[in-house]
């Protein structure tokens, strides 16, 4: 079903003023398929949504299943809604609206997120048998850590050669610059892709490949594989791999390009059995001290007459 015409003039003003906020493009894209899915089920326009509206809103989409018939995750539930929510706050703000009708709706309360890497037999036998180009996305999310979004969007004018090593440059999540030296054992696989000019990839049928479209294609393809994973499941996988080697969190958080160290915290899966040998070491301080052996009180030197 279309978007009817009057509900995408409101979607329109809200998009640029969300652009101009300085929202990433894909930001904005997310931020439209959700208002345009919410104005197809509304079946109203957008602003004259009620809270009742909304309350039933939020509850068909926790009921909602897949494709492969399991409900949303509730991560998706709550971005769903922070989407709406700001939708819905710009309008007030903007005056179209008097009052918020997102007001009463519950603050989605996300378990604490835990690391979910690929385990490394599954991967590399990912490595062996999937094909171009394919396989060099996967690497460059295992072993650089690279989004989805960061992958697609590569260009060859993104890649330069400094005394000897490729050097990566490009735009990452939040609008922010980064610019990483490729490891020595992952420049094969781009080197391939250097003999053209613009991007490395395009879709499958031409045109630009959209991020949504390249996780997509990882995504089914490990299905066929019978694998349970995602790209973003390497991203964890190069996270956790990468603070096994060094133990540093901080260099860690700048290798994954986060501004946060909590955010780095959910990536890195730490080791019950560390954990055990480093209490077992903290431990000793209450272990029994072996007895010493007391030494005999020296008798008293006579005076000289």
Known sequence: METAPEQMTVIRLHLDWFD????????VQHRRENLQRLARWLEKPLLHATADDLDR??????????SRGHTLALSTVATYTAHVRAFYGWAVRMGHLDIDP?????????????AHPVPERDLMIALEVAQEPLRTWLVLAAFMGLRAMEIA???????HEVRGRLVLSGIGKGNKPYSM??????????RRYLNTRGPLWSAPRGGPLRPKRLSCLVSRWFRRQDMPYTLHWLRHSFGSEFYAATRDVLLTQDAMRHAS??????????????????????????????????????????EAA
């Open 20 to 27: 101009r906020s300085g929202a990433t493009p894909v930001s």
């Open 57 to 66: 809103w939020q509850s068909a989409v926790r009921a909602r299943r897949n």
């Open 102 to 114: 997102t007001a009463r709706l519950p603050r989605i309360k996300l378990p604490r997120a835990t």
């Open 153 to 159: 969007s590569i260009t060859r004018e993104d890649i």
């Open 181 to 190: 030296t490729v490891p020595v054992h992952v420049e094969p696989s781009l």
């Open 261 to 302: 160290p909590d955010t780095t915290r959910i990536y890195v899966q730490t080791s019950p059995k560390a954990m055990t040998a480093a209490m077992d070491r903290l431990s000793k301080a209450v272990a029994p001290k072996p007895p010493t052996r007391r030494r005999a009180p020296k008798e008293p030197v006579a």
